[in-house]
């Protein structure tokens, strides 16, 4: 079976919001060009994105599924931002950012959710999980180490 990334399922619901609002507002469908527009992700991106609709699906082990014609799997690789802006991680960022978390301990995800998401302090974040500053600081900086080795 082959699992779609959430990020790509959130695209979707993302560009299905997108669409019904610009359909309702200017009485038909948005180009890919516009769509693309819209969330600074190239036209082949796009593409990629909403192949994530089609691709689960059971297979052989013994298939190739990259390269194949009928292949529904979104190819990540080709997901890029259009331009860089201020202020704003790339997609492929993101996207690499996204697969380096999933190495995390839970208890590393949290601390790097609650510091960077939720802008709380270590001690903060310490009385929300029962922990010591101490602990927190040592908790992120091993987060922060192994997302740089999988970065």
Avoid: C
């Avoid at 950012?97 to 709380?120: E, G, H, P, S, T």
Wanted: proline share 3%; glycine share 4%.
């Amino acid at each position: 079976m082959v699992k779609v990334p959430h990020w790509i399922r959130d695209f979707n619901r993302k560009i299905d919001k997108f669409v019904e609002k610009y359909r309702r507002e200017k009485g038909r469908f948005p180009t890919i060009d516009e769509i693309s527009e819209k969330f600074n992700i190239t036209e082949l991106g796009i593409v990629e994105i909403l192949k994530g609709r089609n691709a689960v699906q059971v297979i052989s082990l013994d298939k190739e599924m990259r390269g194949q014609e009928g292949n529904t799997a979104p190819i990540i690789e080709n997901i890029k931002s259009k331009e860089y802006q201020t202020f704003q991680l790339p997609i492929e960022d993101v996207i690499h950012l996204k697969n380096a978390m999933r190495a995390l301990k839970k208890i590393q995800k949290q601390v790097i959710y609650y510091l960077f998401y939720k802008d709380l302090t270590q001690i903060n974040i310490a009385k929300k999980l029962g922990l010591t500053q101490r602990q927190v600081s040592r908790i992120k900086q091993e987060a922060i180490d192994e997302l740089r080795k999988n970065f």
